[in-house]
């Protein structure tokens, strides 16, 4: 395999070069399929990925979104109901100067008591009109909260993906590594025998330097992988895997005449649209300020030497003399021109979102495509021509290494197209989901 036949070899460096042969062949046999991703670190918890979108959509984030939920919901509590009635309780007529006589003080003394009883009439539908701009604000921070949810398990996607790759880069380059060491022992036996050069035994050294060192830095892209997941996931304390296997290459054939139903289902389109339903009640709200409230009230008085028992009722209204609500319903209006402002905005947002995801998933899949089933097996047939030529003695060792550089960047550019792929199909899936978070429907292959 490494520049000479076997029959020109003593024994022992035959079978060691056999031995090398057959690992780089069955290493390059095995690699012909997406290569199975190893476990991660000892002792790591191993996760699906319907597990870390699941995972995802409850972390630190989504639950400080859920707060914000459960706050509207308590402004609708807040809104829903009548004023409440107000209780009051006077004394007067006290003579400082006379006196106010003698016995009880609630029977007979000269005070006048009093207790009443308030209640606000609100009119022009106010409390409707409260609810239901409270209510539209419940719907926009639900729909906050699955946007918080799905943007979460778009990031834990795309962190799983890299796990995925930097555990599949960590396979690869130990079988690099592997062969590197095995070239370069065996170039060390040939230089003692007399049958290669110190100059080839130098160069299969540094490359397996090098070969090690790509072997540490893998190691390293893997931890901080494993890392970057657990932050996402809310477990910093937790050292985690990737156990699944890469999704199938799959593109849509091309978009939907009207991405409408799609762009209707967003929940950021969804916000914004409860948003404006909220600016508009706010608006009538504001509106309805022009027709006053009336306060009626009445009070039981109780005064010795006078009477014991007298009523009085009351009826109170602002008179709205020079200032109609102005300034409220003018606010009002420019919030709800704001509000339908942003969800023109949105809707544009969403579908261009829409649109670029379908063409980065159609571009990456086409990436996909040409790394793996046309670039990788060429750079593994330039291996397989350039190991045939240096056991010919047709090629140098340097073309050897070469060709091995090449395997070696075709295969890694493949695990990338991989990874890219992956993160782009699981976005495309939740970009579209039509119900909700799906994490079931978004990790299927």
Do not use: C
Not at 386 to 401: N, P, Q, V, W
Request: aromatic share 4%.
């Amino acid at each position: 395999m490494f520049g000479i036949t076997l029959s020109m070899l003593k024994p022992p460096y035959a079978a060691w070069i056999l031995s090398a042969t057959l690992m780089a062949a069955g290493m390059h046999a095995g690699a012909e399929a997406p290569p199975r991703p190893a476990a991660g670190a000892p002792g790591a918890l191993s996760l699906t990925l319907t597990q870390v979108l699941e995972a995802a959509a409850q972390n630190a984030d989504a639950r400080v979104a859920r707060s914000g939920v459960d706050a509207a919901q308590a402004d609708v509590l807040a809104a829903d109901h009548a004023p409440l009635p107000q209780l009051s309780a006077k004394a007067s007529q006290i003579d400082l100067q006379n006196g106010v006589g003698g016995g009880n003080w609630l029977r007979d003394k000269r005070v006048d008591k009093s207790v009443g009883l308030d209640w606000t009439w609100e009119r022009g539908d106010k409390r409707a009109l409260r609810t239901a701009s409270a209510r539209s604000a419940v719907q926009a921070a639900q729909q906050d909260w699955r946007a918080v949810r799905q943007q979460q398990q778009m990031q834990a996607a795309s962190a799983y993906f890299d796990l995925l790759a930097a555990q599949a880069r960590v396979v690869e380059v130990q079988g690099l590594s592997d062969s590197a060491a095995a070239l370069a022992e065996l170039m060390g036996k040939r230089v003692q025998a007399g049958d290669a050069a110190p100059q080839d035994l130098s160069r299969s050294e540094v490359e397996a330097a090098k070969a090690r060192n790509d072997l540490r830095a893998a190691e390293a892209d893997r931890r901080q992988a494993a890392l970057q997941l657990a932050r996402l996931l809310g477990r910093p304390g937790d050292a985690l895997a990737a156990e699944e296997d890469w999704p199938r290459a799959h593109a849509p054939a091309e978009l939907q005449p009207t991405l409408q139903p799609w762009i209707d289902a967003r929940p950021e389109v969804r916000a914004a649209q409860a948003r404006e339903d909220a600016a508009q009640a706010a608006l009538d709200l504001a509106r309805a300020g022009r027709k006053s409230d009336v306060t009626w009230g009445v009070s039981l008085d109780h005064f010795p030497g006078t009477s014991t028992r007298q009523l009085e009722l009351r009826l109170q209204m602002p008179l709205q003399l020079g200032y109609q609500q102005q300034g409220e319903i003018g606010r009002a209006q420019a919030q709800l021109n704001q509000a339908r402002e942003l969800n023109a905005k949105a809707r544009a947002d969403a579908e261009l979102d829409l649109q670029q995801a379908w063409t980065t998933l159609q571009t990456q899949a086409a990436l996909l495509h040409a790394q793996q089933d046309e670039l990788l097996p060429r750079a593994r047939a330039l291996m397989a021509q350039a190991e045939l030529a240096y056991r010919k003695g047709a090629s140098s060792l340097t073309d050897l290494i070469e060709a091995r550089r090449t395997l070696r960047a075709a295969v890694l550019d493949a695990l990338d197209a991989r990874r890219n792929h992956a993160s782009a199909l699981v976005q495309w899936r939740l970009l579209t989901e039509t119900n909700g978070a799906a994490p079931e429907a978004a990790a299927q292959p």
